[in-house]
């Protein structure tokens, strides 16, 4: 039997080794949470109580915390809680049919349990596998490539009781479907490649001045400079992050570096949100030494003695292949003390899973997480090269951005800045989606026009595409000869493309959906402004929609950009602007005539009293009194 929420389970010895292997200390908050999970499939109050004791921590913050992610539910939710990625492409490929199919034979509504608490079916955001989608989580588990074949399987599985771990290994194989490999995908690189060239830059530093008949104390501080060394072709790379935002690398590590503090910590952010992004996946899956060794060079860069991977609770399992990497790692003097030998290198890497939330990805609200918070972003600045992990400097870099830096720190900051374009150095790795002949993964130097990647991916018939997902920007065809660059169209990785027979309006609605149910709630403007979002969406979807919700929509975005408190709140309007001014039709075609109407069908809403007095004549109607 699989695990089995039982409230009067004996929690004690498996919270008692939980808590005591994350060290009793409460900013392990999260991992405990999500590890009783894991092993009871949800949260009951005497499982919390008793975490919230060991961890001497109040009740009402273990509580708060375990309902702040979408994966950690305190009430029972079967023995088979099974979860479809709700991205637009999983829509496309038909997984609400496969969903209700699914329903069906197991006799469940979608979003309740079973009445024998055998199974619940619901929904969750997109799980990264948009290449090989539809797909689903089964206690955690992800599944792609669902198919009628697969669903039917599923179902036999569960009916039959069989225990996830039982399950044929092939249900749960996840593809890397690189299809154009450049500088990062395609070169293999060895373990500790890319520490030991930053620790050669120390010596040369070392020789040149010895070489030079100084002092030993120059010398010294010639060969202290190894990190300096590296930092300096960082910069000179001009690596810009590949998390979104595009802050200059070189930077934002030299920032960290002069920051005072007691400690300094590396963060790799892998939690890899954003709707329709699903590269930093591949990268773990088949590259992971590649991110390490960049964690690793950061750490000598900035004197750091200690790194997270933050991992997105959807590639949960990743983790066990991750944490032996890191333990080969150890074994070969790429991680502890001393590495490659160098006195005083010491550096060492944990990993976090996440429990499901969008925006865990913000760097400060990752960092909350990371401290066993609910994940609510801080207040910017101070920014967390100064004020990060415990109050302490702190860098964020993405899994793509770190990768880079260990190709930099091998090959040189001049070698990086000679591929791409002037302002955008380097390659970029797509994820494509969508209606496309071959979807996966594909490395360019920036500055490829979109139509290229088009017609790499086999794509036809295009008539827009979403860059960088939801918070990006969508385009229409007469854009297609735009560059992937920071200087024209930026992104974090998503590229999903949507032909001629996609209704533009609908793709918009289920972006709109995503942001209202991962807003953290915090700030006003952002939790009410999103569901009203999805509110005048869905108005327009049942065909009540008029002008009004149109100039409503605009008008939330006006309150959004002014005064939600993250980027989730600033974004969450730009797939409904976009597509509304490139594809006006596709609204105005559901949208009734008259300038305001409710909601609801005010006239289905009377039948009853028209009953109740035996009416039904014309003037008992409201469309005849317009
Ligand atoms: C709502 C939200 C979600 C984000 N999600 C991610 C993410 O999943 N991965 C990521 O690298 N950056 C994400 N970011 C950007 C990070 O805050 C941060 O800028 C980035 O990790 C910095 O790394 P870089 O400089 O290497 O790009 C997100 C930002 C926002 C506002
Ligand atoms: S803008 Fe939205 S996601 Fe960001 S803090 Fe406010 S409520 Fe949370």
Request: aromatic share 8%; net charge negative.
């Amino acid at each position: 039997m699989d695990n089995i929420c039982d409230i009067h389970a004996n929690f004690e010895p498996s919270v008692r080794r939980i808590v005591s292997r994350w060290g009793h200390d409460p900013t392990g908050l999260v991992q405990v949470l999500r590890e009783v999970h894991e092993e009871f499939g949800c949260l009951p109050g005497p499982a919390l109580t008793l975490i919230a004791r060991l961890l001497r921590i109040p009740y009402s913050r273990a509580k708060g915390v375990a309902s702040f992610y979408s994966f950690l539910n305190e009430e029972p939710l079967g023995n088979y809680r099974v979860l479809f990625s709700d991205n637009i492409t999983d829509r496309m490929a038909g997984s609400e049919r496969l969903m209700e199919a699914m329903c069906h034979r197991l006799w469940v509504e979608p979003g309740k349990v079973s009445e024998d608490g055998l199974v619940s079916i619901a929904h969750t955001s997109c799980t990264g596998m948009c290449d090989q989608g539809p797909a689903l989580l089964v206690n955690g588990r992800a599944i792609p490539g669902l198919t009628d074949e697969r669903i039917g399987r599923i179902c036999e599985l569960i009916l039959a009781r069989t225990p996830v771990a039982e399950w044929p290994a092939e249900l749960f194989v996840v593809h890397d479907n690189v299809r154009r490999a450049d500088i990062m995908l395609g070169r293999a690189l060895q373990p500790g490649d890319a520490i030991r060239a930053a620790l050669q830059r120390g010596a040369q530093g070392w020789s040149e001045h010895a070489a030079n008949e100084r002092s030993w104390r120059e010398a010294y501080v010639g060969a202290a400079q190894g990190p300096v060394a590296t930092l300096e072709e960082v910069k000179r790379s001009n690596l810009r992050g590949r998390g979104g935002a595009g802050f200059t690398t070189g930077i934002k590590w030299e920032a960290c570096r002069h920051a005072t503090g007691l400690a300094r910590y590396v963060v790799c952010n892998a939690d890899e949100g954003e709707p329709g992004t699903f590269k930093d996946r591949v990268l773990l899956t088949s590259h992971a030494d590649l991110v390490f060794d960049g964690m690793t060079v950061a750490a000598y860069c900035i004197g750091a003695s200690q790194g997270f991977l933050y991992l997105r609770g959807e590639y949960r399992y990743l983790l066990e292949s991750l944490e032996a990497t890191l333990e080969r790692r150890r074994m070969a003097n790429l991680l502890g003390n001393g590495i490659c030998g160098q006195p005083g290198f010491d550096f060492d890497i944990r990993i976090h899973v996440g429990a499901g939330s969008y925006v865990c990805g913000e760097e400060s609200a990752l960092i909350e997480s990371l401290e066993g918070k609910r994940g609510v972003p801080r207040n910017r600045p101070p920014y967390p090269v100064t004020n990060g992990y415990r109050q302490q400097p702190t860098i964020v870099n993405n899994v793509e951005t770190l990768c880079a830096a260990a190709l930099i720190a091998v090959h040189g900051g001049d070698w990086y800045r000679s591929l791409g374009t002037l302002k955008s150095s380097g390659t970029k790795i797509l994820s494509v989606a969508g209606d496309v002949a071959r979807p996966g993964l594909y490395e360019y130097p920036f500055g490829v026009t979109l139509r290229q990647v088009l017609e790499d991916c086999g794509a036809a018939n295009t008539q827009a595409i979403q860059v960088s997902g939801p918070s990006g920007v969508c385009v229409d065809a007469t854009e297609f000869g735009r560059r992937i660059a920071f200087e024209d169209l930026p992104t974090a990785g998503a590229f999903t493309v949507f032909d001629a027979s996609r209704d533009m309006f609908e793709v918009a609605r289920n972006y709109a959906h995503f942001f209202a149910h991962e807003s953290c709630g915090f700030c006003t403007p952002c939790r009410v402004g999103t569901s009203m979002l999805v509110s005048a969406m869905d108005k327009i979807h049942a065909g009540n929609g008029t002008q009004h919700e149109l100039r409503e929509m605009s008008r939330l975005n006006k309150v959004l950009l002014m005064s939600a408190h993250c980027g989730l709140g600033h974004t969450a309007c730009n797939p409904i602007l976009d597509t509304l001014k490139r594809f006006r039709p596709a609204y105005e075609r559901k949208l009734r005539s008259l300038d305001f109407s409710p909601a609801f069908d005010l006239d289905g809403a009377l039948a009853q009293a028209r009953q109740m007095t035996g009416r039904d004549d014309e003037g008992a109607h409201l469309e005849a009194h317009p």
